[in-house]
């Protein structure tokens, strides 16, 4: 049986648009463990911003917090943002594999905005048609194909970044992959994770391990707290201890103009989950079982009330510790911390996922 062996890990780095997060897991016994885990709250926007000043911002960030948080690898998995991936689910006629790969890339034409020759192409066959065509003749069937394309100069901007920290990408993926994994597992109902960051929010519908679809808006906690500094007419700190105290109604009487305020930037959010929602029912015959939240927003308060209340979906705060071993001491500051982590979890547990 195998033991748990610290040599081999693999650092998850979660880079937002306001901080970075780094967890180092290494397995033990098929199960991950925590080594570490660190945070580092600056501007990391290099996808807007990719300016030689702004890497070295990101770069210098990364060092800091890999030396701050002793982490001992620099074998990284890490993920592109989703609104920079093109994602879809194809249906192809039975053939090989051979063959699959050059329709794949036909049919990747077909959506993508931008030339497939710019573009770092990947495709994974889904379960329901693992078993591809043989010379003998068989029953005729569609096989259902995800496939996921990225700019191949964003891909070579965060290897060049990486590789100047002193780490190495073993892997690249998306958000809402890293998310599934950490805060899904391998339940197969239809889940939906809204994933709220201090800039965006991403929202992603997960069937049996698979991300059918994927949104993302330009809405976030920072909203949230500028509503709040305009209508009161305060700094964005104090707006910022604003909205963590008072929160959302979740129908409950108030006479502050801040839960309010907080529920009008909510709104956006509510309109791009009710769309979400109608775009998987419209392909899909089962309901949605449940919301997740994630992000340095999920703890809101009353957030999961207020969501389940509007949409009348069972809703909760994911937990993406749950996979994890780690010392029984630590668990109040990882539940508190766990939400804003959940996509650098689902990264470090990449290479550690049992086949």
Do not use: C
């Not at 050059?102 to 497939?116: D, H, L, N, Y």
């Not at 889904?126 to 003749?137: C, F, R, T, V």
């Amino acid at each position: 049986m195998a033991q748990f062996n610290p040599k081999q890990s693999f650092v998850g780095i979660d880079i937002g648009t306001s901080s970075i997060k780094a967890v180092q897991l290494a397995a033990d016994n098929q199960r991950p463990r925590l080594m570490t885990y660190g945070y580092l709250e600056q501007s990391t926007d290099i996808i807007k911003n990719d300016t030689p000043a702004a890497r070295e911002v990101v770069i210098s960030g990364l060092k800091t917090l890999i030396r701050e948080s002793k982490i001992t690898t620099n074998r990284a998995v890490t993920a592109l943002p989703s609104f920079t991936v093109f994602s879809s689910i194809i249906s192809l006629p039975l053939m090989t594999r051979k063959e699959l790969n050059s329709a794949v890339r036909w049919e990747a034409k077909k959506f993508v905005p931008m030339p497939i020759d710019d573009l770092v192409l990947d495709w994974k066959l889904l379960k329901e048609s693992h078993e591809l065509k043989q010379p003998a003749a068989q029953t005729p069937k569609n096989l259902r194909v995800l496939i996921t394309a990225a700019p191949k100069s964003l891909v070579k901007r965060y290897i060049d970044i990486f590789r100047a920290a002193g780490l190495q990408i073993v892997n690249l993926e998306t958000e809402s992959l890293a998310l599934e994994r950490s805060l899904i597992g391998t339940d197969p109902a239809p889940v939906m994770i809204v994933d709220i960051g201090a800039a965006a929010t991403d929202i992603a519908v997960i069937v049996d391990g698979i991300p059918l679809i994927n949104r993302s808006i330009d809405v976030g906690g920072n909203s949230m707290s500028k509503s709040i500094a305009q209508s009161l007419n305060i700094d964005q700190q104090r707006a910022e201890q604003f909205k963590r105290d008072f929160g959302l109604n979740a129908g409950q009487q108030s006479t502050s103009q801040i839960p309010k305020t907080i529920e009008f930037v909510m709104s956006s959010i509510v309109n791009e989950i009710r769309f979400v929602l109608n775009l998987y029912r419209n392909q899909n015959t089962g309901p949605i079982e449940r919301i997740i939240l994630s992000g340095g927003s999920a703890f809101l308060l009353n957030l999961p009330e207020f969501l389940e209340k509007t949409l009348s979906i069972k809703t909760f705060i994911g937990d993406p510790w749950a996979r994890v071993i780690y010392p029984v001491e630590l668990k109040p500051a990882l539940q508190e911390i766990g939400p804003r982590f959940a996509a650098a979890i689902g990264l470090a547990m990449r290479e550690l996922s049992p086949a």
